[in-house]
């Protein structure tokens, strides 16, 4: 039997693979200047380049989660058109949305006894959250029901690894992950953070380069070490209105580790809010985060 897959706007997955397989998107919220827009609306693109602008204005920008009354929003309408729900949530470590989700799972699954409701925390976020989608809907296309896909998924999602780079320490300082110190220090001396997601959904520094090719270069290298037959993968890339920088990245993917093929897009506003135009982030399975 099959199974719906309901996730959240955190995946960053553009509409074509949203309509491909089917998905459904609980949208969080951010507001600019205190005017709330949403994250996602279906069928429809954010102006993403007009938001990146707003950003690097420094327009007062900030984000909310989605609550458990989103979620069952979204997935209520499917139990009673008697599906299966399987619900993928951004990281637990950088928002409530998880919580939420397992919230309202758990609130459904007592309303809906003969269905399963099955909550996954990622762990992951923006096209990492995407591409742990994507395995889910692959796993469903192959045929595995909803119990099958989410253990598959629990014991996979410390595979799927998170490389990224930012251009401007401020969106960083502003969020708090460096220091002011470290932000004018850094941008002074033209020092590039290299970042990513741990075993526990965080977001961690872990080495600095000079200049902005050696940190694009750097994401490639971390790939290099840990990816999993990079050759049958298809990668995805996320970028903060910098789409040359992007392209840099999957050429470097294509012809230092023949990667199958690379899906690139932008970092929807919610995440971007917090990484800052300028930021690149590589995505693909390896052996560890």
Same mark, same amino acid.
Not at 117 to 138: I, K, M, P, R
Not at 142 to 168: M, P, R, S, Y
């Given at each position: 039997?099959s199974?719906?897959?309901v996730?959240?706007?955190?995946?960053?997955?553009?509409?074509?693979?949203?309509?491909?397989?089917?998905?459904?998107?609980?949208?969080?919220?951010?507001?600019?200047?205190?005017?709330?827009?949403?994250?996602y609306?279906?069928?429809?693109?954010?102006?993403?380049?007009?938001f990146?602008?707003?950003?690097?204005?420094?327009?007062?920008?900030?984000?909310?989660?989605?609550?458990?009354?989103a979620w069952?929003?979204?997935?209520?309408?499917?139990?009673?058109?008697?599906?299966?729900?399987?619900?993928i949530?951004?990281?637990?470590?950088?928002?409530?949305?998880?919580?939420?989700?397992?919230? =309202?799972?758990?609130? %459904?699954?007592?309303?809906?006894?003969?269905?399963? #409701? $099955?909550c +996954? !925390?990622? /762990?992951?976020?923006?096209l990492?959250?995407?591409?742990?989608?994507?395995?889910?809907?692959?796993?469903?296309?192959?045929?595995?029901?909803?119990?099958a896909t989410?253990?598959?998924?629990?014991?996979?999602?410390?595979?799927?690894?998170?490389?990224?780079?930012?251009?401007?320490?401020?969106f960083?300082?502003?969020?708090g992950?460096?220091?002011? =110190?470290?932000?004018? %220090?850094?941008?002074?001396?033209?020092?590039?953070p #290299? $970042?990513? +997601? !741990?075993? /526990?959904?965080?977001?961690i520094n872990?080495?600095?380069?000079?200049?902005?090719?050696g940190?694009l270069?750097?994401l490639v290298?971390?790939m290099?070490q840990s990816?999993?037959?990079p050759?049958?993968?298809?990668?995805?890339?996320?970028?903060?209105?910098?789409?040359?920088?992007?392209?840099?990245?999957?050429?470097?993917?294509?012809?230092?580790?023949?990667?199958?093929?690379?899906?690139?897009h932008?970092?929807?506003?919610?995440?971007?809010?917090?990484?800052?135009?300028?930021?690149?982030?590589?995505?693909?399975?390896g052996?560890?985060?």
């Amino acid at each position: 039997m099959s199974f719906a897959i309901v996730t959240d706007s955190s995946c960053n997955l553009p509409n074509s693979v949203i309509d491909r397989y089917d998905l459904h998107i609980v949208s969080l919220e951010f507001l600019v200047e205190g005017k709330p827009y949403h994250s996602y609306i279906k069928g429809e693109e954010n102006d993403l380049k007009r938001f990146y602008t707003m950003m690097r204005n420094k327009e007062s920008i900030t984000t909310s989660a989605a609550t458990a009354q989103a979620w069952m929003d979204v997935m209520e309408p499917l139990l009673k058109d008697g599906q299966d729900v399987l619900a993928i949530a951004f990281s637990s470590a950088l928002s409530i949305t998880a919580q939420e989700a397992k919230k =309202a799972c758990e609130t %459904l699954q007592k309303q809906y006894p003969e269905r399963k #409701v $099955l909550c +996954v !925390d990622s /762990l992951c976020a923006s096209l990492g959250e995407g591409l742990f989608v994507t395995y889910a809907c692959q796993s469903r296309e192959a045929g595995k029901d909803i119990a099958a896909t989410f253990e598959w998924l629990e014991e996979n999602k410390l595979h799927l690894c998170h490389w990224f780079t930012v251009d401007d320490l401020f969106f960083l300082k502003r969020g708090g992950r460096v220091s002011a =110190a470290t932000a004018v %220090l850094g941008t002074m001396l033209g020092i590039k953070p #290299v $970042l990513h +997601v !741990d075993d /526990l959904g965080r977001l961690i520094n872990v080495s600095k380069t000079r200049g902005r090719k050696g940190s694009l270069d750097a994401l490639v290298d971390r790939m290099a070490q840990s990816a999993i037959h990079p050759e049958k993968q298809t990668i995805y890339i996320s970028h903060g209105d910098c789409e040359e920088d992007a392209e840099y990245v999957a050429q470097q993917c294509r012809e230092r580790l023949h990667v199958k093929d690379v899906l690139i897009h932008y970092i929807d506003p919610v995440i971007g809010a917090h990484s800052g135009p300028g930021t690149v982030a590589l995505f693909f399975y390896g052996e560890q985060r």
